[in-house]
């Protein structure tokens, strides 16, 4: 073989059906475990998880309108509808109507909200941290550089994952 002929590694291989469903399973649990133990204000029930996750799409755009709403939780408009009447009720969010046409309503995030959406950070950060206290460093690098890889993949595959 010539010096400079490259050598191609051989295919990685692929975790198999059993692996699939192992890591299913792990991720069913970890979802749990971490979304429950992270955050004692969700954990009370003052907020849902489904009400959160809305609140965390408000968060991180100026307003949005109902349909975007429906669209980004895969819901209903009249399902989306009950969620963010229940955070206005909270004060979490609050309604206006688009300046360009009064009869498009938006939803935008309150002060009330933002601190809300900051605390949950702050658990899920606390709780991170001491999950990865018990990770070997490598580890810890490993994680962060698998879960960036899913998230990108997530982002550029429609109907994977939250967008």
């Not at 979304?35 to 100026?62: D, I, K, T, W, Y």
Request: with cysteine; hydrophobic share 40%.
């Amino acid at each position: 073989m010539d010096s400079n002929t490259a050598v191609a590694d051989p295919p990685a291989e692929r975790i198999d059906a059993e692996g699939i469903e192992r890591l299913a399973d792990i991720i069913m649990r970890l979802q749990r475990c971490l979304m429950l133990s992270l955050s004692a204000e969700l954990a009370r029930g003052q907020v849902s998880f489904p009400q959160f996750f809305l609140l965390g799409h408000v968060s991180s755009c100026e307003s949005l309108s109902m349909t975007e709403i429906a669209e980004k939780m895969n819901h209903t408009t009249a399902a989306a509808t009950g969620l963010v009447d229940r955070l206005e009720n909270l004060g979490y969010v609050q309604r206006m109507h688009a300046e360009s046409d009064r009869r498009k309503v938006l939803v935008r995030i309150t002060p009330k909200g933002e601190q809300l959406v900051g605390r949950v950070r702050q658990d899920i950060v606390a709780g991170l941290t001491k999950l990865t206290d018990y990770l070997e460093p490598e580890e810890g690098k490993m994680w962060l550089q698998i879960y960036t890889k899913i998230i990108d993949y997530c982002q550029v595959e429609p109907n994977t994952c939250d967008q």
